[in-house]
């Protein structure tokens, strides 16, 4: 049987697997450093103002081109819960569990994404769930739950009773991303990346909308700093511009299931921050969590015998 991939050119694939990672890389990235934002800006504020950011920057994305078909109204149903479990549910449950838990343990939990990806593939794509993936969803489990359990994972952190909420909330923000690459996989093949990615922010911002601007009347803008208010322009063009746009394009032509490998980039660039940009500590049980989390990425994601 050929594979969906051989049916492009070698620097396609490339590209494309280049687009995927980086585009992980940068979610992880802005996961760790969202540690940051939350302590200044109230959650739905937040996320309020990186839709509103990401807006005025895509703002000539919207428009259709002429090569394009018109949106369907089935693809109109999946940008909206592209939108609401990509961009909203994830955001809002990413932020407030990083904020209850810390960046290193959110690198962790976030290495069942590939585990999760397979399951909702499976489910929605008819692609194949072999035991070995079910061997890595299981490794995925185990290093969530030890790091959601450890002393050390918890008591470091201001406020440990609520660590384990937090972390909850992250396994949350896992399957909202997850069924983001399962419904990207649907809607790449039909509309452009960025017009792809400006629809989904708009969506994004009309859900967030009510909730921001209620945070905002009583928020006082005038202790925010200059180094905050570039961080927010970065996690804005980061989150919403820059990795929507990476990702779908490099999801044209890869399938899901395959992907799903690449999000290894996110836990792996959000533990890297919360290490070594704030200071969190990396203990043995940590590291225990984290060998295991990731073993369930190897299992989960190492490639087949090619069927002949």
């Known amino acids: 049987m050929t594979s969906p991939t051989e049916n492009f050119p070698t620097s396609t694939l490339r590209w494309s ?22 302590a200044v800006f109230p959650i739905f504020l937040l ?3 990186r839709f509103g950011i990401a807006a005025v920057a895509m703002a000539g994305w919207v428009r259709r081109p002429a090569s394009e078909a018109p949106i369907s109204r089935h693809d ?52 194949r769930l072999t035991g070995r993936v079910l061997a890595g969803i299981a490794c995925a489990v185990a290093g969530i739950a030890l790091v959601s359990w450890s002393r050390h994972g918890v008591a470091d952190v201001p406020g440990a009773a609520s660590a384990l909420p937090g972390n909850l909330l992250l396994v949350g923000a896992v399957v909202c991303e997850a ?26 911002l009309a859900l967030v909308t009510p909730f921001g601007l209620w945070q905002a009347l009583s928020f ?19 989150a919403s511009v820059v990795t929507v746009w990476l990702w779908m394009t490099g999801l044209r ?11 290894v980039m996110l836990p792996v660039s959000a533990a890297a921050v919360g290490v070594l ?4 500590s990396f203990s043995a049980a940590q590291a225990q969590a984290f060998a295991l989390a990731m073993l369930g990425v190897v299992l989960a994601t190492w490639p087949e015998s090619p069927a002949r």
Request: aromatic share 12%; hydrophobic share 60%.
């Open 17 to 38: 697997y280049t687009c995927l990672a980086a585009s992980m890389a940068l979610v992880g990235s802005y996961v760790g450093l969202s540690k940051l934002l939350v």
């Open 47 to 49: 996320a309020w103002l």
């Open 76 to 127: 109109r149903v999946l940008l909206f819960f592209e939108s609401f479990l990509g961009n909203f549910l994830f955001s809002i449950c990413m932020l407030y569990g990083v904020a209850m838990s810390t960046a290193l343990a959110a690198g962790v939990i976030m290495a069942a994404l590939p585990g999760v990806v397979a399951i909702l593939s499976r489910l929605f794509l008819g692609e």
């Open 179 to 204: 069924s983001y690459v399962v419904i990207g996989k649907r809607l790449s093949g039909r509309i452009g990346p960025r017009r792809i990615s400006a629809l989904v922010n708009l969506w994004g």
């Open 220 to 238: 006082d803008f005038t202790t925010v700093t200059q180094p905050t208010w570039v961080l927010l322009l970065f996690y804005a063009l980061a």
């Open 253 to 263: 032509h890869v399938p899901a299931a395959r992907a799903g490998v690449f999000t």
């Open 277 to 280: 940009l704030l200071g969190e």
